[in-house]
């Protein structure tokens, strides 16, 4: 998790801190990271214990933060297509587009890239495993 005072703008699935920091350096070579265990507990309570929405502040292109947002409007036990998600922000020929900006997505579970699937039903792919997303969506009452 890697958040400035204008929000959160990394939330990563990772085995170790130092696959985290390595993950943060190589995606923002420019900014200077400083471990804040107690802001994060805070943070990751708000978000994961309590449920209440937090400030996002996602990097990316114009395009990705086009695709992001529609993301962030997919609502918990729902599933949109790539194809969907195109139409979507007016682009409908961009389905590739589309799935390489959720790969993209910095912010796992609070831009829920999980939720877009392939318009056949399948799952398509994850940043973090396709188990993890089958996981994610059944939780989620999405699938069975």
């Known amino acids: 998790m890697a958040f400035t005072t204008e929000g959160l703008f990394s939330l990563i699935f990772t085995d170790s801190e130092d696959t985290a920091f390595a993950d943060l350096q190589r995606r923002f070579p420019k900014k200077v990271f400083t471990e804040d265990a107690q802001r994060t507990n805070v943070l990751g309570d708000k978000i994961f214990k309590l449920k209440e929405p937090v400030q ?4 990316g292109t114009p395009f ?3 695709v992001w947002k529609v993301l962030r409007e997919i609502p918990e036990g729902e599933t949109r297509t790539y194809a969907q998600v195109a139409a979507a922000i007016g682009n409908p020929k ?3 587009a589309v799935g390489t900006a959720a790969g993209a997505n910095p912010i796992a579970c609070l ?6 699937i392939h318009s056949d039903g399948g799952l398509g792919g994850y ?3 396709t188990e993890l997303k089958k996981q994610m969506l059944k939780t989620e009452g999405a699938i069975k």
């Open 56 to 59: 996002l502040c996602p990097q």
């Open 64 to 66: 990705q933060q086009s």
């Open 94 to 96: 961009a389905v590739r």
């Open 111 to 116: 831009i829920p890239c999980h939720r877009v």
């Open 127 to 129: 940043r973090w495993g």
